[in-house]
């Protein structure tokens, strides 16, 4: 089993409520290799939704890049940042948001669960298949045994309420579980080397 609690919790509340569970922080503030399912982290070469020929190193990347202002179009070179740092273009800066633009020469331009729907979520889900794709299939093997509880700082499960950031560990729980939106993921050969698979040796 799979559950989601905030990273803000206390680890003593979250063990009261599921006793003996694993806890994984999946946020950009891991300290183990999990941080890899963060969507800041800076995996390279992950292809920008409707864009040929545009690659981000991150997801967080390509969706900050995609945004549009009142003030600023979209910003490729967002798509370079691979510090973790820095990433999110503000209200603040650059005054109200528009709308994300359907690829960085796309006419169109998405409104905030379009855009979740056809930028975010395709290119997490692009990252797990072809960066992440060892973590996830511990993940799978150890939720068959053991209650594992996702960390992040949002836990906004509901992809179509647009008031909270969507949980990047709700998507990981998805992908994992085969669950809306990732009903057609059908499970990979196991292809992860020995050294990967003793990444998570306390999952």
Not at 43 to 53: A, E, L, R
Not at 61 to 84: C, H, P, R, Y
Not at 132 to 146: D, G
Not at 187 to 193: E, H, I, L, P, V
Request: a positive charge; glycine letters at 4%; aromatic letters at 10%.
């Amino acid at each position: 089993m799979i559950v989601i609690e905030s990273k803000k919790e206390k680890k003593d509340s979250i063990l009261k409520k599921y006793p003996g569970a694993v806890i994984a922080d999946v946020t950009s503030k891991a300290k183990d290799a999990l941080v890899k399912l963060s969507p800041f982290y800076p995996h390279y070469d992950i292809p920008v939704p409707f864009s040929d020929g545009y690659t981000a190193s991150c997801v967080e990347a390509i969706w900050q890049g995609l945004k549009v202002f009142e003030t600023a179009n979209v910003d490729t070179s967002v798509f370079l940042n691979g510090t973790m740092k820095n990433i999110k273009r503000t209200v603040r800066r650059f005054g109200k948001p528009l709308g994300h633009r359907k690829g960085v020469n796309g006419a169109e331009l998405l409104g905030y669960i379009d855009a979740r729907k056809l930028i975010y979520i395709p290119a997490y889900k692009w990252m797990l298949e072809n960066k992440a794709y060892n973590i996830i299939e511990r993940l799978r093997e150890a939720s068959k045994t053991k209650t594992i509880v996702l960390l992040d700082y949002d836990t906004n499960c509901d992809i179509e309420n647009a008031k909270k950031p969507l949980s990047h560990a709700f998507l990981v729980k998805a992908y994992t579980e085969s669950l809306y939106p990732f009903n057609d993921v059908t499970m990979k050969t196991n292809t992860a080397t020995e050294i990967e698979l003793t990444l998570f040796s306390d999952l």
